[in-house]
C-alpha cells in the first residue's frame, strides 16, 4: 500500500493514551501544540504527564475507553495488550501501537517549523533512534542560516 504523508487538524479531536511512561509522555508532549483533547489511562502515571492533558484515568484499559475516542496510542509495556486493543479500534478510529508497527495505521513525524516551513520526518514507524538524530542535526543547520 502506497503512502502518504499528511497533517491532521486535531483541534478538539479526542485522543487516548493508553500507558503512562516515558513513551506515552513523548507522544503527549508531541500533541501539546495541536489542541487534541488527551485522555490518558494507565494503572501508573508520570507525574509530569498529569499537567499536560485535560483527563487521567489512574487505573486499567477498558475496552470501553475506546469508545468516542479518535486517534489511540497504544503506549503501554505489554505487547500483547497493546495488539488487542489495536485490534479492537473501529473502522473510523486510527490507531499507532507503539510495540508492533504491523498494527498501526498511522504513525508520527518527528516535526520542525522553522519560520513558515514544517518539516516532517519519519521512518513508517521503523527506527525513531534514526529520526531523532536527522532531526537534531537537521535543527543545527537551520540554527546556523
Known sequence: MKKYPIALDLEQRRVLIV???QIALRKIKG?????????????TILPE?????QYQRQRPFEFKDLLEQELIFCCTDAPTLNRRIAAAVGQDQLVNNTSDKQTSNFYNFATITYDEVTINIGSDGQNIH????VKQAIQRYLAKL
Open 19 to 21: 500507558g503512562g511512561g
Open 31 to 43: 500533541l501539546q501544540e495541536t489542541g487534541a483533547v488527551i485522555t490518558v489511562v494507565a494503572p
Open 130 to 133: 534514526k529520526v531523532q538524530r
Open 49 to 53: 504527564i498529569g499537567p499536560l492533558v
